[in-house]
């Protein structure tokens, strides 16, 4: 397993105990530094300690567990990894306030091994994505990118067509009245200057929001008109887009940037097209300026949306392997579609649309890599849909390239049932029985 850079310095958050104990140990042995506290001093000294990342244990005081994500995000940024223990993953389902404010979880119990692995990938992905737009020149030309929106709604379409949950959001965004225009000087009428801040506040506020949209699987940003941004999120419902924005909002604010609300939509519970979903988001976004906060669409009568069964694609060279796994998901209420090789799936993809992959990277004739060049080939660069790699492989540079490739998470055989359900459920909320 390839290494951290040496000498990272890991917050273990909780309450002490021998799992405390027993994840120091581990830390150390993979050569980290650990800087051990309980929930109050991470949040009284985090600012003052250098660190590379965090590790939250969750004990019996789940409040004060969140209390301490919360902090550790709002001070530490988007890019500041937080890796949750937990032996509890409802925790961390979807909508959950831990599941938006971490970035990874593990559930116990949990070996060295996979720890390191997890913390590792996890360090080296966040390392990734720190790079920020830094003049206003750039960030005007982001903000009035009409194609962007184009290439935004195609894809929001393609997947309201496959049948695909998902979820917008329009954004309305406020720039400080004392912050400094770089590299560009404001018209001399008032109308021109007042939309010229406009654009201003649109592009920095899109300029926070992407990188962090896409840790999150979002189809990034896009302008919506001149006065707010358009966010397309697959697999998402409108309240735990809206839960993410509200983190966001927070860390948004204590950085001085300014502010913004939005409202949300999601298909296919609040509309069936695309048109339809944006007029209530626009809906939600007005009740958001009045009530100053994020707000999702709220139907004023029972909807009558057909319920679409979660459906999932199976991908193995091993028949064991696959009627395992169509065994374990079918009893908690899937669908499933079953594949041998990267060519069977790629053949079904092309027939059907299922809601979420899980991939074997070790194939012969087509490995899981090729399948996802494939898969992204066919959708201009965009993996669909969001794939769980399940392998034998513990490299640690086989993960990051499958994340590369688009890959929304990984599990290492052999496995425990509850795990893999827990990461599935953190893509796709559960069936409804």
Known sequence: MNQHQPSSHILLVGEQSERMEKIQSYLLRGGYQAVVADHEQAKRNFTKMHLDGAIIVIGSAEAETLAVCRHLRLHGGATFPILIVTPDESVMQPGSSLGQGADDYLLEPIDSETLLLRLSVLLRRKQAQT???????????????????????????????????GAIALIGAELPEDRPVNGRAFPNSAEEQQAAQQKLALAHLANFLAPRLKLHGASALAPYGSFSLFSYQPHSTAMALADRLNVWRDEYQ?????????????????????????????????????????????????????????????????????????????????????????EQALDVLSKQHPDLLLLDLVMPRLDGFAVMHRLRDRNGGHLEPPVIMITANDSEESVLRGFELGARDYIIKPYHPRELLSRIHSILEPPIS
Not at 137 to 158: G, N, S
């Open 131 to 165: 790079a920020e737009v830094e003049t206003d020149e750039e960030i005007f030309k982001a903000a009035t990118d009409v194609d962007a929106f184009l290439r935004l709604t195609e894809a929001a379409h393609a997947g309201m067509a496959a049948g695909h949950a």
């Open 254 to 342: 204590s950085l001085g940037h300014g502010d913004f609300v939005a409202g949300t939509a999601a298909f296919p519970e609040d509309a069936a097209t695309l048109l339809d979903l944006i007029e209530l988001a626009d809906e939600a976004l007005r009740q958001a300026y009045q009530q100053d906060r994020i707000t999702r669409y709220r139907p004023t009568r029972p909807n009558a949306s057909v319920h679409h069964p979660r459906r999932l694609l199976i991908v193995d060279d091993s028949q064991e392997q696959v009627e395992m796994l169509d065994l374990l998901v079918t009893q908690q209420g899937y669908e499933t579609l079953r594949a041998y090789n990267g």
